[in-house]
C-alpha cells in the first residue's frame, strides 16, 4: 500500500511499502501518476521501509521520474538502505536519480519549506 505522508502545495511525500516488486510496482506507480495528474510536481518516494526491491520497483522509480520530467516536476528518492543505495550506484542511476538520505534533506533540496508541514497518515485510494 503507498501511504500518502504529506501534502503541501505541489509537494507529496509519500511511503513506499517494505516490498516494492513486480506483483506490486505497477500498482505503486499507477498511484503515483495520479499524484501527479492532480498536480504534484515534487513526489518524494519515502523508501525507508523498503526491504525489498527488484528491477520492476527500479523500472516504476525510473519511469515516475521520466512522467515528472514531462510535467516539469522533480522525482526524489529518500531514504534508501544502504545495500540499495549501492545497487543504485553500480546500476549508474545515481546521476539519473540521486538519493537522498532522509525525507528531511529531499525536501530541503527544494527548498519549500514543507518539512515543516506535520504529516498527514492518508491512504491514497
Do not use: K
Not at 509519500?14 to 506483483?23: F, I, K, S
Not at 527500479?58 to 522525482?75: C, E, P
Amino acid at each position: 500500500m503507498l501511504m500518502v505522508r504529506v501534502r503541501h502545495a505541489d509537494t507529496t511525500v509519500v511511503r513506499l511499502p517494505t516490498e516494492v516488486a513486480y506483483g506490486n510496482a505497477s500498482d505503486l506507480g499507477a498511484r503515483c501518476e495520479d499524484l501527479i495528474r492532480e498536480g504534484c510536481g515534487t513526489l518524494v518516494l519515502d523508501a525507508s521501509e523498503v526491504q525489498y526491491l527488484d528491477s520492476s520497483g527500479v523500472s516504476m522509480i525510473i519511469t515516475l521520474s521520466r512522467a515528472l520530467d514531462n510535467h516539469a516536476g522533480t522525482l526524489r528518492l529518500a531514504a534508501l538502505s544502504d545495500h540499495y543505495q549501492q545497487v543504485w550506484r553500480i546500476l549508474g542511476l545515481d546521476t539519473l536519480l540521486p538519493v537522498f538520505p532522509t525525507v528531511h534533506a529531499a525536501l530541503d533540496g527544494r527548498g519549500t519549506g514543507a518539512c515543516a508541514v506535520a504529516p498527514e497518515s492518508l491512504d491514497h485510494p
